[in-house]
């Protein structure tokens, strides 16, 4: 994706976490010769630098994206900024946001156990540890039934892309006056970019 210098994240660990915060991705591949795209959640396994996932057998997506390089897209906060929160009058609308765009080659999961294991890591992940809820509780026919239904795959990462646009190429009184307009809204999204930027402002304090 195209990346201005002021918004490129190089560090690893921060396009780790923004992947795991916002892990329900677009995963785009070429079907047929032409783009395709599945929404599904997908889980980062940071030793192994893969992802896991897998489709509903009926998705034709998987029957050609083996060996195949595809991109997966997690979208973290976005939303519209106005020129009416800056100190001047010489200003356009803009949109602050954060994304992260993985390449990789997929490989369809073909063992059953391993399959099941990814599936179980995925549960763990979002399931409320207060839950009573477990996979493992779950009677093993009826999950080997299940898994008949969907196709697994993972995805080696060759690279990792990560762009945070977060008002960083103007001032940081600028900045500060988007922050302080951005906390008065009652969004996830606003809130989000809000501390995002305010985490910014502290660094280049330090």
């Not at 002021?6 to 560090?11: A, L, R």
């Not at 940081?172 to 305010?198: P, Y």
Request: hydrophobic share 35%; glycine share 6%; net charge negative.
């Amino acid at each position: 994706m195209y990346i201005p210098k002021y918004f490129d994240i190089k560090d690893e660990k921060t396009k780790y976490e923004i992947i795991e915060q916002n892990s329900f991705a677009t995963l785009f591949s070429q079907n047929n010769g032409a783009p395709y795209a599945t929404h599904l959640p997908l889980l980062l396994n940071r030793d192994e630098r893969i992802l896991y996932g897998h489709f509903a057998r009926p998705n034709e997506q998987w029957r050609d994206t083996e060996n195949q390089e595809v991109l997966a897209v997690f979208q973290g906060p976005h939303c519209y900024i106005s020129p009416s929160w800056y100190e001047t009058n010489k200003a356009v609308p803009t949109w602050n946001y954060v994304a992260v765009h993985v390449y990789g080659e997929m490989e369809i999961v073909d063992d059953e156990q391993e399959l099941i294991d990814s599936l179980r890591d995925l549960v763990n992940k979002y399931e409320d540890p207060a839950s009573s809820y477990s996979l493992d509780e779950v009677e093993p026919n009826y999950v080997e039934g299940l898994s008949k239904g969907i196709v697994g795959f993972k995805i080696k990462i060759n690279r990792i892309e990560g762009k945070g646009k977060l008002s960083q190429n103007h001032s940081a009184k600028r900045q500060e006056l988007v922050v302080k307009q951005l906390e008065q809204i009652d969004s996830d999204n606003h809130k989000g970019i809000a501390m995002l930027m305010k985490g910014n402002l502290i660094k280049n304090e330090e």
